[in-house]
């Protein structure tokens, strides 16, 4: 860290001490962390690529899965390959700007998560409540246009994070206690007010988490009073079993990413930092593991799909 005319210049890099605490079992940590990766990235891969080998895939609810699938992907692969070099090969050491870059599209990619997660929700709404009209509503071109305004709002809503973090003036450590760098880990290190940024944080999450948990609320609710209307109790079960994958989705992504969002802001002296920072890394590969195991136990289309596939069948719509 430079000091110069009692100015103070932000450092060249940053140290990313991974779990504090926890450094002699890093390397077990490490192998958890490691086996969801994998089985993230042949999961989401494999999904991907089944919607876009099976035509009977080709629908919008599959649309939307493959475009969740490619987010949750960037997403951990954002992050743990240098979590796993900090564990594996101590390689700590992070360049301020790579920092930056790295906490933009970890923050991006989480925004655009959410919007998918939205969009899947309004998806199940159109499908149960207006089905005859549901290929009409939901075109290719609306889908693609939805997924497009989903990945533009993450993407430019945190354009201004790195901007924000890059003019404050840092005077204290520059190790961040954490595996990579997250907003809120890397500003607390710096020695002026950080109102701005945390304010800016508090818009960020208003426009896009509460933003597309009231739609998916009202979604949701909409869905159930049009189930509930139904008078043959199979269909009311055939309906709500086209959203338990979604249901368990949105479970998964939502429940971590609030207790990363509360704890860094209100929780600091309360919650151990190691149990934050598993739980923050938990946040970001959880929904990529588990997603595609989730869709494949749920949903029959799938299933069948996958066992057409293994058979060497190509099903059509």
């Not at 209307?229 to 079960?237: C, P």
């Not at 920072?277 to 970001?284: E, Q």
Request: aromatic share 12%.
């Amino acid at each position: 860290m430079l000091v110069s005319n009692n100015s103070y210049v932000a450092p060249q890099s940053f140290i990313l001490n991974g779990i504090p605490g926890l450094e002699r079992v890093h390397v077990w940590i490490s192998l958890p962390l490691c086996t969801m990766y994998i089985i993230s990235l042949v999961g989401n891969l494999g999904l991907v690529y089944l919607i876009y080998y099976e035509e009977s895939l080709h629908r919008p609810m599959y649309f939307f899965l493959a475009m969740l699938s490619l987010i949750d992907l960037l997403t951990c692969t954002t992050t743990l390959p240098n979590a796993l070099c900090i564990f594996w090969l101590n390689l700590k050491e992070i360049n301020f700007n790579a920092c930056l870059v790295q906490m933009f599209f970890v923050h991006g990619f989480t925004g655009v998560e959410s919007g998918v997660l939205m969009l899947m929700a309004v998806d199940r709404y159109v499908a149960i409540c207006y089905p005859l009209r549901y290929a009409t509503i939901l075109t290719n071109p609306i889908i693609a246009k939805a997924g497009l305004a989903a990945f533009l709002r993450g993407v430019l809503l945190m354009i201004p994070f790195p901007f924000l973090v890059k003019r404050l003036p840092f005077c204290q450590s520059n190790v961040i206690s954490h595996t990579y760098c997250d907003h809120m880990s890397v500003v607390k290190l710096c020695c002026a007010s950080i109102k701005v940024n945390v304010i800016y944080g508090l818009m960020v999450a208003l426009l896009i988490g509460v933003f597309d948990i009231s739609c998916i609320s009202v979604s949701y609710t909409m869905i159930l009073r049009a189930v509930v209307s139904l008078s043959s109790s199979d269909a009311r079960q055939k309906a709500f079993s086209t959203c338990t994958a979604h249901i368990s989705a949105i479970i998964i992504t939502y429940v971590p990413a609030f207790f990363t969002f509360f704890t860094h802001r209100f929780g600091g002296h309360t919650i151990p930092s190691s149990v934050h920072i598993i739980v923050a890394n938990l946040y970001l590969l959880l929904p990529p593991t588990l997603n595609p195991i989730v869709y494949g136990i749920k949903t029959k289309q799938i299933q069948d799909s996958v066992t057409k596939f293994f058979r060497g069948e190509k099903g059509t719509n």
